[in-house]
């Protein structure tokens, strides 16, 4: 059993489904596979802003509509011969009027929630899923068309949905249709009391590896426009390329920073049964793309990428008063955390003076509001300074198993920074050795990621080469 995911650009139009078909035909077929399929891309957007439109009493949500069908429609009419085009026109139609209903009452009635947001989400993977499955069918290869709310069960936090694993799986072994292929909708879930949720933007590749991890795949192939992971994000450094491969948690670490390849969630659920992961480029089939296993094979790199997030917003809360004094710890990070902020980064200096976390730019202000209220009191009898807040920093990581226990890493990286005038705002380093993190000025990113880059990856290979020559 393989359990492939084909992402949005994969299903983006006709020819890219095409190219999907030509991908399956390559595989041994007919072994059980199960493809889980994406919106087309731009699709759960144009979904996104139908129902922000639509609250906002603005009816030009029926022209958003109208460009939903009709990039279906034209999918359909390239891949579908005409005679049998009627079915599947037909259930584009009556979906996108199921959607145009529900977004008449939230324009009606000025009234959303998470749920009718997930509700109007979940037509993208709906819609694409339904055309994949006929123009499949007309490309020779037969398949089971099913519907992921049946089989995927999550808790009622609707837009980023908790899955139950267990009943999930139990329902997965047992509903699953013994098909040669079967054709699933991603992203798409059903909360226990049968209402519409979703897993997160970029869930589908979540579903995809809760299919692999019930089923006990052989494999979990995740298939997008790229050729795998890469050692940097290629926008900001010419010279990065794909991995060939990593460990579990490696991928788990690079895709929380920054590399949008791979939801983070993804590898978890494959851990447990060890399910090699496979990341692979649709429109480069030929390239071996990055595997991503529990014991790669050793690479000659003791790191395996460098990866950034922009737009943080670094925090500190500091003082004389705060030394020896437990609590303080607690008492920011539940201030923060009622505030629903996500923090990406935290260091203590181990005198205690200071505490610096990192968020989001756009939540810097409210968690700033939020430590002031919080500390009010120290701060009026001068046991803690007031709170500061520096936007628009960068974090920079280096990424990889190899650093674990290997001295010098930290020091060349600073030292590569320092020579170059970057200066570093923060550091963290966890004590799994796999990851150093540092804060930088926004502006300086995009320099920083390229020198450590450049360092770490083409001074060596071009040691080698001259090695070699
Ligand atoms: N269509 C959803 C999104 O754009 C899920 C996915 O593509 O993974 O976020
Ligand atoms: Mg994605």
């Given at each position: 059993m393989l359990v492939l995911?084909?992402?949005?650009?994969?299903?983006?139009?006709?020819?890219?489904?095409?190219?999907?078909?030509?991908?399956?035909?390559?595989k041994a077929y007919p072994q059980n596979m199960?493809?889980?399929?994406?919106?087309?891309?731009?699709?759960?957007?144009?979904?996104?802003?139908?129902y922000q439109k639509a609250v906002q009493h603005d009816a030009s949500y029926h022209e958003v509509i109208q460009q939903l069908e009709t990039k279906h429609m034209e999918?359909?009419?390239?891949?579908?011969?005409?005679?049998?085009?009627?079915?599947?026109?037909?259930?584009?139609?009556?979906?996108?009027?199921?959607?145009?209903?529900?977004?008449?009452?939230?324009?009606?009635?000025?009234?959303?929630?998470?749920?009718?947001?997930?509700?109007?989400?979940?037509?993208?993977?709906?819609?694409?899923?339904?055309?994949?499955?006929v123009a499949f069918k007309h490309q020779d290869l037969p398949n089971t068309l099913i519907d992921s709310r049946d089989y995927i069960v999550t808790d009622n936090n609707y837009l980023n949905a908790k899955v139950d694993q267990k009943k999930t799986f139990a329902l997965i072994k047992e509903r699953m249709a013994d098909a040669a292929l079967t054709i699933a909708p991603g992203f798409i879930s059903r909360t226990e009391t049968g209402k519409t949720s979703v897993l997160g933007r970029g869930g589908s590749d979540y579903t995809a590896s809760i299919y692999a991890a019930a089923l006990n795949a052989e494999r979990l192939e995740i298939?997008?426009?790229?050729?795998g992971m890469y050692t940097a994000d290629p926008r900001k450094v010419k010279a990065a390329r794909s991995i060939k491969e990593l460990s579990?948690?490696?991928a788990m670490e690079l895709a929380y920073f920054g590399a949008k390849v791979l939801y983070p969630p993804t590898i978890a659920p494959l851990v447990a049964a060890q399910i090699p992961l496979m990341l692979k480029n649709t429109f480069n089939p030929s390239h071996k793309g990055t595997l991503i296993t529990a014991s790669p094979a050793a690479g000659q790199n003791s790191i395996k990428g460098v990866s950034c997030i922009d737009n943080i917003a670094l925090i500190t809360l500091?003082?004389?008063?705060?030394?020896g004094v437990p609590g303080i710890a607690m008492r920011m990070f539940k201030a923060v955390a009622t505030q629903n902020i996500n923090i990406y980064f935290i260091t203590q200096s181990s005198s205690e003076q200071s505490i610096t976390i990192a968020m989001a730019d756009q939540e810097g202000q409210l968690a700033l509001q939020a430590l002031t209220k919080e500390f009010a009191q120290d701060i009026e009898i001068y046991d803690v300074d007031p709170v500061n807040l520096e936007p628009h920093m960068s974090i920079v990581a280096i990424v990889g198993n190899g650093m674990i226990q290997q001295p010098g890493i930290a020091g060349t990286m600073f030292s590569i920074l320092g020579s170059h005038s970057i200066n570093i705002r923060a550091i963290a380093q966890g004590a799994t050795e796999r990851n150093i993190s540092?804060?930088?000025?926004?502006?300086?990113?995009?320099?920083?990621?390229?020198?450590?880059?450049?360092?770490?990856?083409?001074?060596?290979?071009?040691?080698?080469?001259?090695a070699m020559a």
């Open positions: 995911k084909f992402g949005g650009t994969s299903v983006a139009n006709a020819q890219a489904i095409l190219q999907i078909a030509a991908v399956l035909k390559e199960v493809v889980v399929v994406s919106a087309m891309s731009g699709v759960t957007d144009m979904l996104v802003s139908c999918a359909i009419e390239q891949l579908i011969p005409h005679s049998y085009q009627i079915d599947i026109k037909g259930k584009v139609k009556l979906l996108l009027r199921e959607l145009e209903d529900i977004c008449q009452g939230v324009f009606l009635l000025d009234e959303l929630s998470d749920g009718i947001k997930a509700r109007i989400m979940s037509y993208g993977e709906l819609l694409s899923s339904s055309v994949v499955s298939w997008s426009d790229v050729d579990y948690k490696e500091s003082g004389s008063g705060m030394v540092i804060v930088v000025r926004g502006d300086d990113a995009v320099k920083a990621v390229n020198l450590l880059h450049d360092s770490f990856f083409l001074a060596k290979s071009e040691k080698q080469a001259e």
